[in-house]
């Protein structure tokens, strides 16, 4: 996290949004759906690249294939 993270603040064309099921201290519930919309409309020619699990990687990809997400551009690693 703590990589990525110092990835996106060095590179403008780099974004990296995390989401949590339940608020804690350390972080603030998200609706990761709600997030790729989100992230995505401020985007021009984006790429997306999700894992998790492999209802929710489909679900995912799904909403940034119509969100304008080219299919070619849209990468997946599915947690088994």
């Known amino acids: 996290d ?3 993270s110092k990835l996106a603040q060095e590179n403008s ?3 990296y949004e995390t989401s ?3 608020s804690s201290a350390d972080s603030q519930y998200a609706s990761i759906d ?5 992230v995505l409309s401020k985007v021009t020619k984006p790429r997306l690249y999700v894992c998790g699990p ?3 990687a489909n679900k995912l ?3 940034g294939f119509l969100s304008g997400v080219a299919s070619s551009d849209i990468y997946s690693d599915i947690f088994k």
């Open 2 to 4: 703590e990589q990525l």
């Open 13 to 15: 064309n780099f974004h």
């Open 20 to 22: 949590t099921l339940e």
């Open 34 to 38: 709600q997030k790729l919309i989100t």
């Open 54 to 56: 492999e209802e929710t």
């Open 61 to 63: 990809k799904t909403k």
